[in-house]
């Protein structure tokens, strides 16, 4: 089956510091997945953050990215600089082109403190 | 650019009964629509993927009898949860697919059983 792993629980990280979130996929049934993350602010729905569809190409967006690596089949997400605004859950994400599902991992909540 | 509307926010219902959520798109055609959960605890389940004038496919685990999935046109789709327990308690999401790879979600249903 397919699977999506990234960092268990809650991260905590000062502000200004830098930010890692792991995430790794496993595919048997999509021969070029789609990547992505997305952000649960508390009280809203999810919203795309980036999405990458091509392996080796990196996507950005409000300071983070994440480089597809298929290689090591890793997607992880950096920010070099958090702020506060940036607490949230967050998501990876694996999908095929066309209506083929999406496959989420379990989340993982950022916490930026002052 | 592309929204999803999801209404209604917060739905409580007596265990027993039935809730309908519904779901909109608006700036994009959707082509389809997937219906995913979020259980206390866990990641997103996918429940049932909808394309107009195709067949819905559900997922093992959930049925049309007791998750009725109506997808009329390319703007609106609404789910019913029927007869509502426990187990059925947690975030409902609607996405909404623009392209071959991107799903646009809504704000989420979270449903409460008595």
């Known amino acids: 089956g397919d699977s999506v792993t990234q960092t268990e629980g809650q991260v905590t990280v000062s502000e200004s510091k830098s930010l890692i979130i792991n995430c790794t996929y496993s595919t048997t049934s999509i021969a070029y997945p789609n990547l992505f993350w997305y952000v649960r602010y508390p009280g809203e729905g999810l919203q795309l953050l980036l999405k990458?569809?091509?392996?080796?190409q990196k996507g950005s967006s409000r300071g983070f990215e994440a480089t597809y690596n298929k290689e090591t089949t890793s997607f992880h997400l950096q920010k070099a600089s958090v702020q506060e605004s940036d607490s949230a859950v967050y998501y990876c994400?694996?999908?095929?082109?066309?209506?083929?599902?999406?496959?989420f991992g379990a989340g993982t909540r950022l916490k930026v403190i002052a | 650019g592309a929204l999803v509307y999801q209404y209604p926010r917060r739905t409580i219902c007596k265990s027993g009964t039935s809730m309908r959520m519904e779901c909109q798109a608006v700036g994009f055609q959707a082509t389809s629509v997937a219906w995913y959960r979020q259980s206390p605890q866990k990641t997103f389940e996918l429940i049932a993927l909808?394309?107009?004038?195709?067949?819905?496919?559900?997922e093992q685990n959930f049925t049309q009898e007791k998750f009725p999935i109506s997808h009329p046109n390319l703007s609106f789709s609404s789910m019913t949860v029927l007869n509502a327990y426990l187990e059925d308690r947690g975030l409902y999401l609607c996405g909404a697919r623009e392209d071959q790879n991107t799903l646009y979600f809504g704000a989420g249903t979270r449903l409460s059983v008595l």
């Open positions: 909808s394309t107009v004038n195709s067949a819905i496919k559900y």
């Open positions: 994400a694996l999908g095929g082109t066309g209506n083929y599902k999406y496959v």
């Open positions: 990458v569809i091509t392996a080796g």
